[in-house]
T-cell receptor
Framework: GENVEQHPSTLSVQEGDSAVIKCTYSDSASNYFPWYKQELGKRPQLIIDIRSNVGEKKDQRIAVTLNKTAKHFSLHITETQPEDSAVYFCAATPLYNNNDMRFGAGTRLTVKP | EAQVTQNPRYLITVTGKKLTVTCSQNMNHEYMSWYRQDPGLGLRQIYYSMNVEVTDKGDVPEGYKVSRKEKRNFPLILESPSPNQTSLYFC???????????FGDGTRLSIL
């Protein structure tokens, strides 16, 4: 089955700086890669996703890049703000079993004002 | 408002006392799933359901049961809870497995 590793586990940045979170996956058949943000005490919410036929996707200050050859994908947050502080989870779903969504262990991002 | 509703939100109980966590969605989604969230382990899938009467095991199904008798409901059953099932549980629904998932607000279970 799919195995997703996420780094770093914690990340602290100054407001206005950029933050990058990286995930690697094991199954080359994976084709759907979502990112979820979970604020303290709240439910995970989708912030951006990418499919394997696309190399990069942007939505305002956030972007996701996918390198299928290296089997890794990254979340980029630019001009970070204190409200970006949260735990971020990546996930991957293999094509042959798209019900088998595997999540990374999460990254706790802290943006210092 | 589109939502996934879980109940209860919090529960403290004792080992061996059967409990059910309900999950209901109002988006007519075919796909529903249950996850548990533990520190340092992320979200791990317990069971999922692709449609009414169709369920399958996820990554950590031991000690849990589910049922899907109606499209909107997907209860999680712990027949004989044990302390290692103390965790934060999330129900989610989506149009399919490779689609954005909508999570409920979570249920924090403590098994003493």
């Amino acid at each position: 089955g799919e195995n997703v590793e996420q780094h770093p586990s914690t990340l602290s940045v100054q407001e206005g700086d950029s933050a990058v979170i990286k995930c690697t996956y094991s199954d080359s058949a994976s084709n759907y890669f979502p990112w979820y943000k979970q604020e303290l005490g709240k439910r995970p919410q989708l912030i951006i996703d990418i499919r394997s036929n696309v190399g990069e996707k942007k939505d305002q200050r956030i972007a996701v890049t996918l390198n299928k050859t290296a089997k890794h994908f990254s979340l980029h947050i630019t001009e970070t703000q204190p409200e970006d502080s949260a735990v971020y989870f990546c996930a991957a779903t293999p094509l042959y079993n798209n019900n088998d969504m595997r999540f990374g262990a999460g990254t706790r991002l802290t943006v210092k004002p | 408002e589109a939502q996934v509703t879980q109940n209860p939100r919090y529960l403290i109980t004792v080992t061996g006392k059967k409990l059910t966590v309900t999950c209901s969605q109002n988006m007519n989604h075919e796909y529903m799933s249950w996850y548990r969230q533990d520190p340092g382990l992320g979200l791990r899938q317990i069971y999922y359901s692709m449609n009414v009467e169709v369920t399958d095991k996820g990554d950590v199904p031991e000690g849990y049961k589910v049922s899907r008798k109606e499209k909107r409901n997907f209860p999680l059953i712990l027949e004989s809870p044990s302390p290692n099932q103390t965790s934060l549980y999330f129900c989610a629904s989506s149009l399919g497995g490779s689609q954005p998932q909508h999570f409920g607000d979570g249920t924090r279970l403590s098994i003493l």
